[in-house]
């Protein structure tokens, strides 16, 4: 049984990063990346269900933590792979531990963490064609269909396709971005079956769109206001950048992603809906009209509540 990596770890090409990163503090990136070409110990995981027999895919290993300063964590290297009934191996970039992640024909991407002692187990999950067609009603700009984190580009016409699903239980919802929101269409809880195509179809609302205003990242509490427009709803009722939003329609904000917040915040342009926010440990309500098109020049990122 061969079970290992051919070729050996090869790093992304130096012009890959330069575009990727402005080549900011570019002598210790090229210190990062030539102390990871896999000169560190062999690292060998399972996965499950074992395969019959010997499946060719690739391997995303993750870059050293010591990059985490130049934001390289997000990058990687491509390496070929052998997946048997043992498993798999790879050399491992020296000194360290991280993700990667297992591209194998006719399965889902599989996500896994890995440490010189080992790795997670490596679920394989056989994919499913997922296709259809999204009616856009009044949301306009880019569109996908997010199908379990195996995203799908929407095309002029409507129509979107997949092959990489994983089999199971999985969330499908189609997302729209018109330039100043981020909106979410209906999304559908479903079974995907191996060997079958699933066929979709999905209507946004014929309305406009329009939410909050403002830019904000997740807090204990709920979620704190970075920016905000000054023509927004938001603005007129009076909030300001660095309150911190703690409820949305009576929901509490607690542990919301911006995602989710605005799941909420957003809908029919005009509306009006209820957000709670603190100042100075001051609570206070605001009746907010959801609103949209916020020129450039209208974001307010200066000083805290002014």
Not at 4 to 28: D, K, N, R
Not at 89 to 111: C, N, Q, R, V, Y
Not at 114 to 127: N, P, T
Not at 194 to 215: A, C, H, M, S, W
Request: glycine letters at 14%; hydrophobic letters at 35%; proline letters at 5%.
């Amino acid at each position: 049984m061969r079970i290992g990596t051919e070729p050996p770890l090869q790093p992304l090409p130096s012009t890959v990063l330069v575009a990727l990163m402005g080549c900011l503090g570019c002598a210790e990136v090229g210190e990062v990346l030539n102390a990871a070409r896999g000169t560190g110990d062999v690292v060998r995981c399972r996965v499950v269900p074992a395969p019959d027999q010997d499946l060719q895919g690739s391997l995303t290993i993750g870059v050293p933590s010591t990059g985490d300063a130049q934001g390289l964590k997000a990058l990687g290297y491509l390496v070929n792979v052998t997946v048997g009934r043992d498993g798999f191996s790879f050399t491992a970039p020296d000194k360290t531990d991280g993700t990667g992640s297992l591209s194998l024909p006719g399965f889902s991407e599989a996500d896994f963490t890995w440490s010189k002692q080992g790795c997670d187990e490596v679920e394989l999950r056989a994919a499913v064609t997922v296709t259809g067609w999204v009616d856009r009603g009044g949301v306009g700009g880019v569109m996908f269909v997010d199908v379990c984190g195996s995203k799908a580009r929407v095309d002029d016409e409507g129509h979107f396709s997949t092959a990489g699903a994983p089999s199971g239980r999985c969330l499908v919802q189609a997302l729209g971005w018109d330039g100043d929101y981020l909106v979410s269409g209906p999304a559908q809880d479903l079974v995907l079956k191996v060997q079958e195509t699933e066929v979709l179809n999905i209507k946004f609302p014929d309305y406009r769109v329009g939410g909050l205003g403002i830019g904000a990242v997740p807090t204990d509490g709920g979620l704190r206001i970075t920016k905000i427009c000054r023509s927004s709803g938001s603005y007129e009722a009076g909030m300001r950048r660095g309150d911190e939003i703690v409820a949305v329609e009576g929901q509490s904000a607690r542990g919301w992603s911006l995602r989710e917040l605005q799941a909420v915040a957003v809908g029919e342009r005009g509306t009006t809906l209820s957000v709670r926010t603190k100042r100075d440990e001051l609570e206070t309500r605001f009746e907010v009209q959801r609103t949209n098109d916020c020129p450039e020049s209208m974001w307010d990122a200066g000083s805290p509540s002014q």
